[in-house]
C-alpha cells in the first residue's frame, strides 16, 4: 500500500524514507518514535483500527435466506403437505428449500469475502516520522506518540494533538454531523475520521483505536446491514406477482380436479406442489451470484465495487463525467516550456519525474531565478528509483514535482536551495486566490517572497500583456501554464498580504494523455454512453484535450465556470466544461440526472468527493485521496478509464443473465401450470403428480439455473446503448420471449403425453420426463452468444448434464420412482422423449440466433 498525497499521486512504499523534505522547521525535523518503540506500543495498545461489526453467524445467514419472500413461500408449502400427511412431497420441499438455502448462504460468505479483501487493498496509509525520517506506513499500525503529517484530502488517521497548522481546515462532519470546515491551529485537537479540508497540518498521536472519537462513536452505532438494490427489490416485487398468479392459477387447476373427481385432499396437494414448481425461488440466489461474480470479474481488472450495487447501476450509466488529471492522462507532468520575464523562450526535455534533462540555451541567470522561485514555493518531494519502483516518482501535486524536475534540469540542487532558503511562512494555493506565497528566510538575513499560481492571478495586464498572451498560446496547445513572481524584503512580510511581486517568468506543463485515452472515448461512444470532460484547467487547455480525445468537434462549445449558470443548456448538450469549482460540479451532475441521464462520475481529489457522492456511481481513483474512496462506489487502482468501461460491460452482462434465468425460470414455470390447466381439458385430470412437479422445480430451478447466471458478456455488449432505467425486467422483449418458451414447452408436454395415452404408455411419466427434459434444454438455448474465444461458462453444461441424469433417473430406478411415482419406461420411449424434448431447445436456438442476426 502507498500513501497519496492531496492530488492523489503516489508518494513513498511503506517503511522507507522521503528525500528532499521542504520543509525544515524545529516542529517537523523532530526525530518521532523509533522503530522499537513503536512496535513495543503496538504490541501493547493493538492495532489502531475500529473495532469491525460482528460478523454474521451461519444460523443468522440461514435465518435471512429462510425469511426472503420466495422462500417463506416454500415454507408454508411445506407445512401444508406435511399437515396433510404428504411424506414424499415434504421431503421434496426441503431439499428445494435446503439447496436454495445453501446457495444463498454460500454467495453471501463469498460476498463478505470480497468486500473483506477490498478492504484489505484500500486499508488508508499515514505518513510519520520515526527514526527521524519521513516514512508511510499502514494507519493501522500507528501508536501513541507517532507524530503524523497531513495534507489536504487527507483522512485523519488517529486522534491527534496538531503541533503545526498552515491554515489548516477539518470537515469533521463524520463525527458531529456540521458541514462547514472547522479552521483548527495548533494544539488543537483533530478527530480521527476527519478531513483535512484544505492547509497543511502535523500532530502527535494522542488516541487510536476504539479510544479515538470515531472508535467510541463506532461503538455507539448500531450495526446495520446494507439494504436491498434496486435490482432485488424489482426482482422480490416481481416474485410476490408471480405467486399471487401462481396461488390464482393453482386454485383453477384445483377447482378443476375436484370437479373431474380427483380427492380433495390429492388436489390441494397438487395445488400447494403447483405454486412452489411455477414460482422461481432461485431468484435470490441467482442475484446474489450474479453480483459476487460480477465484483470478483471486476476486481480482476483492478475495479473494486465498494458497494454492491454499483455492479448492478454500472449497466445502464449514461454519461461518464470525467476528471482529466491521472484518468485521461499520465499523470506525470513535465514541464516543457519555460518564458522567462524578458521574453526569452525555452524548451525542458526529460522523461517524467527524473531531473535529469536538456534545456534548450540553459537560459542564463533569469530562467534560473525562474526554476528557484518553482522549488521554493512547492511542497511536493522527487522519490528517487528503488527495488520497486524503477522510475522517479512524485511525492505531492504532481506539478510541483514537476517544477522541482525543472529545477534540476536547470543545473540547480533542489535540496541546497531549500537548505539555504528556509521557509517560515506560507499562504496555501486555495481556489479564491488561485495561488500559492511562501517566505523564505535568507542567509544574509532578508527574506525572499515566492508565489506561483495561475496566470491571472500573479500576472498584471498593464505590464505582464506579452506574457499573458504567451500564456494563453500555451493553454491553446494543452499545457497547463504557471506564473511565478518574486520579492525581496528586509521585514518579514505577510504571505497573505504579500509586498508587490515582480514576475520571474510562466512555465507550460503538459500531461500527456495515456495512449489508451481516445480509444477509451471511441469504445464508450460505440457502446451510447456520452464521455463528458469536466476539469479546473483553462478553456483553450480543456479544448485542446477535447479534440486530442475526438469528444469535442470544431463547432462545439466549451463551457466554463466563470459562466453564472452551468445548470441550463450547456450542461445538456456540452463535452467539455473548463475552470469548474467543486459546486459546479455538483450542478452539472444534477442537471444531467435531470434530465434522465444515469452519471458515474471519476475523481481523485477531496474537491471531487461532494460529485462522486451525487453521481448514480462514483468512480475513484486507487491513487486518489482517501476520502475520494470513501465517497465512491467503484474504485480504480489502476487509475485507468478505460477499465470503467470493461466495468459498464460488466454490470451489462449482469443485467443480461437475470434477464437470462427469468426467461428460463419464468418459461418453465408457466410451462407447468399451462400443463395442468390443459390436462383435464385432454383427458388429464391429474397430468403431473406433486412430487413430480417439486422434483423437476428442484433440478431446472436449482443449480442449472444459478449456474446461468456465471454466462459471459454477449459479443455485442459494448455495442448496444444502455438500458432505460425505467425499463421493467421483463421488458425489451423478455416478456413475449417467456411466453413464447413457455407455449412451447407445454406443446411438446402435452403432445407427447395425448400420443403416450393413446398407445397405451405411462403417459403421466412421459409427461414427467418431456417436460423436466425440455426445461433443461431450454437453459442451454437462451445461454449468451459470446465472442469468439472468450471464456466459456463451463458450470451450465455440466450442471444441465447432472440434471438430465438424475430426471432420467426418477424413471430409471426403483428409490426415485416409488419417491415420485413414476412407471418404469422402456429404451425407445425414453429415446423418442429426449427426441421430443430437445424441440424447444432448438426452437429457440434458432429464434434467437435469427433475431440476432447471426
Known sequence: MVMTDRYGHRERPEGTAMMTNPITSADTAARGLSAAQAARRLAESGPN?????????????????LADPLVALLMAAGLVTAALGDVPDTVIILMVVVVNTVIGVAQEVRADAAIAALDRLAAPSARVIRDGRDQVVPAAELVHGDHVRLEAGDVVPADLELTEAQRATFDESALTGESVPVLRGRSEPAGAGTVLAAGRAAGTVVATGPASALGRISDLVSRTRP???????????????????????????????????????????????????????????VVTLALALGARRMARTRAIPRRLHAVETLGSVTVIAADKTGTLTENRMTVQYAITADGSRHAISGTGYDPTGDVDGRGGEPLRTLARAGALCNDAALLPPDAGHPDWAAAGDPMEAALLAFAGRCGLDVDAERAAAVRVAEHPFDQDSRRMVTVHRLPSGGYLVACKGAPEAVLDPRTDAGLLDAAAELAADGLRVLAVATAACGQRPDPAAPPPLTVAGIVGIGDPLRATARDTAEAFTRSGVRLVLITGDH????????????????????????????????????????????????????????????????????????????????????????????????????????????????????????????????????????????????????????????????????????????????ADVMHRPPRSPQESVLGAGLLRGVLTGAGLLAAVTM??????????????????????????????AVRAKAAPGAERNVLLPISVGVCLLLQLAGVLTEPLRLLLGTEPLDASTIAACCAVAALPGVALRLWNRKASGV
Open 49 to 65: 483500527v475500529v473495532t469491525a461489526p460482528p460478523r454474521l453467524g451461519i444460523a443468522r445467514r440461514v435465518g435471512r435466506q
Open 227 to 285: 439494504g436491498p438494490t434496486p435490482l432485488q427489490r424489482r426482482i422480490t416485487a416481481l416474485g410476490r406477482v408471480l405467486g399471487v398468479t401462481a396461488v390464482v392459477v393453482s386454485s383453477l387447476v384445483f377447482a378443476a380436479g375436484v370437479l373431474a373427481g380427483q380427492p380433495v385432499v390429492r388436489m390441494a396437494i397438487t395445488a400447494v406442489s403447483l405454486v412452489v414448481a411455477a414460482v422461481p425461488e432461485s431468484l435470490p440466489a
Open 751 to 780: 403432445a407427447a403425453g395425448v400420443v403416450a395415452q393413446q398407445t397405451g404408455r405411462p403417459w403421466q411419466s412421459v409427461m414427467f420426463l418431456v417436460l423436466g427434459i425440455a426445461q433443461l434444454g431450454v437453459a442451454l
Open 539 to 714: 478553456p483553450h487547455t480543456a479544448s485542446a484535450i477535447g479534440r486530442r480525445l475526438g469528444i469535442l468537434g470544431p463547432g462545439d462549445v466549451v463551457a466554463h465556470g466563470d459562466q453564472d449558470d452551468l445548470r441550463g443548456t450547456d450542461v445538456a448538450h456540452a463535452r467539455v466544461f473548463a475552470r469548474t469549482q467543486p459546486e459546479q460540479k455538483l450542478d452539472i451532475i444534477s442537471a444531467l440526472q435531470q434530465r434522465g441521464e444515469v452519471v458515474a462520475m471519476t475523481g481523485d481529489g477531496v474537491n471531487d468527493a461532494p460529485a462522486l457522492r451525487r453521481a448514480d456511481i462514483g468512480v475513484a481513483m486507487g491513487g486518489g485521496t482517501e476520502v475520494a474512496r470513501q465517497a465512491a462506489d467503484l474504485v480504480l487502482f489502476d487509475d485507468n478509464l478505460g477499465t470503467v468501461a470493461d466495468a459498464i460491460g460488466e454490470g451489462r452482462r449482469i443485467y443480461d443473465n437475470i434477464r437470462r434465468f427469468l426467461r428460463y425460470g419464468l418459461s418453465g414455470g408457466a410451462a407447468e401450470l399451462l400443463v395442468m390447466l390443459a390436462g383435464p381439458l385432454l383427458g388429464m385430470p391429474l397430468a403431473l403428480l406433486p412430487a413430480q412437479l417439486l422434483w423437476i422445480n428442484l433440478l431446472t430451478h436449482g443449480v442449472p439455473g444459478v449456474a446461468l447466471g456465471a454466462e459471459p458478456a454477449e
